[in-house]
């Protein structure tokens, strides 16, 4: 069984920067694709930000030249740098990511949520 630890969340002001970090718990995994999931009160879980194999990355329209996703393979890490930050940002930050296990299954994992809070 694969965990994903997360982490970097916290409290911030408008304008402000968080950088959130995603592990896995295990190493010599075969990570299809890592990704950013937010949950803000009374609405939807969302997509953020991805990054596949090969590097390829995807940002929601609401983040793009605020946020970077980027990973470290050796470390099976992913990372989301989050720059001027705003209130409509805070929400709860999951992480995600698809891993192909030994006999070639894709299985889906979620880290537990990291709060981040954007508030004068």
């Known amino acids: 069984q694969v965990q994903l630890v997360e982490s970097g969340g916290g409290l911030v002001q408008p304008g402000g920067s968080l950088r959130l970090s995603c592990a896995a718990s295990r190493s010599s995994l075969s990570i299809i694709y890592m990704g950013w999931y937010r949950q803000a009160p009374g609405k939807q879980r969302e997509l953020v930000a991805s990054i596949a194999r090969g590097d390829s990355t995807y940002y929601d329209d609401s983040v793009k030249g605020r946020f970077t996703i980027s990973r470290d393979n050796a470390k099976n890490t992913v990372y989301l740098q989050m720059n001027s930050l705003k209130p409509e940002d805070t929400a709860v930050y999951y992480c995600?990511?698809?891993?192909?296990?030994?006999?070639?299954?894709?299985?889906?994992?979620w880290g537990q949520g990291t709060q981040v809070t954007v508030s004068s």
């Open positions: 995600n990511a698809a891993i192909a296990d030994v006999t070639g299954v894709t299985r889906y994992y």
